[in-house]
């Protein structure tokens, strides 16, 4: 059974950076989707990035060349290097995967399979 648990959500001033790091277990690894994404109070929850076992990454169009995802497959970990952050970056960030395949999406960038493992979220809080 896959379990993942999220760190490094803080406060931050406008302009700062944050890496989030999510540790991942009981996941076959031959093939896998991983994502992260964020939620804040009274929205939808959004796709930032993902990332498969094949290295290609995808980015909503709100945080290229902000942030940057990344895997390291020794540790097990997802990672979210954020820079630049803004104001509208507040939101709870989750961690999310599927263990069965590399990332496929619809034509509006939105993944085409919904993740079936999710952590509990992290929360980024950026301050103007």
């Known amino acids: 059974q896959g379990h993942l648990v999220e760190s490094g959500g803080a406060s931050v001033q406008n302009g700062g950076s944050l890496r989030l790091s999510c540790v991942s277990s009981?996941?076959?690894?031959?093939?896998?989707?991983m994502a992260w994404f964020r939620q804040d109070q009274g929205k939808e929850r959004e796709r930032v990035a993902t990332?498969?076992?094949?290295?290609?990454?995808n980015y909503a169009d709100a945080v290229k060349d902000r942030f940057t995802i990344s895997y390291d497959n020794a540790k097990r970990t997802l990672y979210l290097q954020m820079n630049g952050l803004k104001p509208e970056d507040t939101a709870m960030y989750y961690c999310?995967?599927?263990?069965?395949?590399?990332?496929?999406?619809?034509?509006?960038?939105?993944?085409?399979?919904?993740?079936?493992?999710w952590g509990q979220g992290t929360q980024v809080t950026v301050s103007s």
């Open positions: 990332i498969d076992s094949r290295g290609d990454t």
């Open positions: 999310a995967a599927d263990s069965e395949a590399d990332c496929t999406y619809k034509d509006d960038g939105n993944l085409l399979v919904e993740p079936n493992f």
């Open positions: 009981g996941f076959t690894y031959s093939a896998f989707c």
